[in-house]
Nanobody
Framework: VQLVESGGGLVEAGGSLRLSCTAS????????MGWFRRAPGKEREFVAY????????YYADSVKGRFTISRDNAKNTVYLQANNVTPEDTAVYYC???????????????????WGQGTQVTVSS
């Protein structure tokens, strides 16, 4: 599965942006999806998770209340809406997918078999 992220860029603190993740040759409705990020000098960290139907979502505490993960299976796209961003949100954001993600380990990168190339988000203060 080839995942492609888009929507990154430079945004001012307090602003918003929407990241998208799509796959050209596979139907994402068959996959549970996650967003992760890696900031400079830091480990990759979990951001958000959404199940196949979109009925279940989880968030990292650092983004809860500011970020929203959603999916439009008709458009074969998963989104990450980021509001009220801060410089601490600066990172490369990756979407990830797997046909099965153990519920208790949704925040673990090893649960996901497929990854995009990432999109850079830079938040200026």
């Amino acid at each position: 599965v080839q995942l492609v992220e888009s929507g990154g860029g430079l945004v001012e603190a307090g602003g918003s942006l929407r990241l998208s993740c799509t796959a050209s040759e596979h139907t994402l409705s068959s996959y549970a999806m996650g967003w992760f990020r890696r900031a400079p000098g830091k480990e990759r960290e979990f951001v958000a998770y959404i199940n196949f139907s979109g009925s279940t979502t989880y968030y990292a505490d650092s983004v809860k209340g500011r970020f929203t993960i959603s999916r439009d299976n008709a458009k074969n796209t998963v989104y990450l809406q980021a509001n009220n961003v801060t410089p601490e949100d600066t990172a490369v954001y990756y979407c990830a997918a797997n046909t099965f993600v153990t519920a208790r380990y949704y925040d673990t990168p090893a649960q996901y078999s497929y990854w995009g190339q990432g999109t850079q988000v830079t938040v200026s203060s």
